[in-house]
Every structure is written in structure tokens, then in C-alpha cells.
Nanobody, 124 residues
Framework: QVQLVESGGGLVQAGGSLKLSCAAP????????MGWFRQAPGKEREFVAA????????YYADSVKGRFTISRDNAKNTVFLQMNSLKPEDTAVYYC?????????????????WGQGTQVTVSS
């Protein structure tokens, strides 16, 4: 079992920035592909970004491309999501997810482990 703990959510004005963190304490973090997803009220969970075990491959949803950056620090067992130029439509609960292996995937069903989520609210 992999425990994922997100932090960094909060309330920010449109155009502002937030940086989310997801820690996986006590695990061999580097063998996992990591992803960020989000879910707004009344909507399905959607892909935001994913990163390969080495950090060499990243994927982004079109809606966040150019504004969000995913990165990881395997020495600290942590993955990050830097969010810039935030918009009200970015408001959602953001989830970190992990899947063992090298395939970088955008499908929620492919991920085995999920964090509890952190709320991001962007005011207009």
C-alpha cells in the first residue's frame, strides 16, 4: 500500500499561483509514475498532469498546458504541481495518484494509489 499525502491547496485570486506537493513517505518513490487529477463539484475526475519515474517525460491536459508544471524530487519522495495564471475554472479538489511502472498515463483507472485530495479555490 502506498500512502500519498497532498498539501499546498488554498484560496487564491485569479491570476495567482499555488504549488501543490504530494509526499509518499517510506516508499521506493522512483519506481512510480505520478499523476495529478482534479474534480470539481458535479463533474468527473479529470487528468491534469503526469510525470515518468525519472522526470524525463511529462504530459499535460490542454486546459493547463503552459500554466502548470509537474516535477518530482525522488530523493524526497515528493511530486509537485506548480500552478500559475490560475483561473476560476481551475477550482477543484486536486488529487495525487501513483502507479508502479514506466508507462505515463492520463487515465484515472490506470492509477493504483490516490491521496485524500487538497482543495484549490480560485476567486474571480
Amino acid at each position: 500500500q502506498v500512502q500519498l499525502v497532498e498539501s499546498g491547496g488554498g484560496l487564491v485570486q485569479a491570476g495567482g499561483s499555488l504549488k501543490l506537493s504530494c509526499a509518499a513517505p517510506g516508499r521506493t518513490f522512483s519506481i512510480y509514475t505520478m499523476g495529478w487529477f482534479r474534480q470539481a463539484p458535479g463533474k468527473e475526475r479529470e487528468f491534469v498532469a503526469a510525470i515518468s519515474w525519472s522526470g524525463g517525460t511529462t504530459y499535460y491536459a490542454d486546459s493547463v498546458k503552459g500554466r502548470f508544471t509537474i516535477s518530482r524530487d525522488n530523493a524526497k519522495n515528493t511530486v509537485f504541481l506548480q500552478m500559475n495564471s490560475l483561473k476560476p475554472e481551475d477550482t477543484a479538489v486536486y488529487y495525487c495518484a501513483a502507479v508502479r511502472g514506466v508507462v505515463v498515463t492520463y487515465r484515472p483507472i490506470d492509477y493504483d494509489y490516490w491521496g485524500q485530495g487538497t482543495q484549490v479555490t480560485v476567486s474571480s
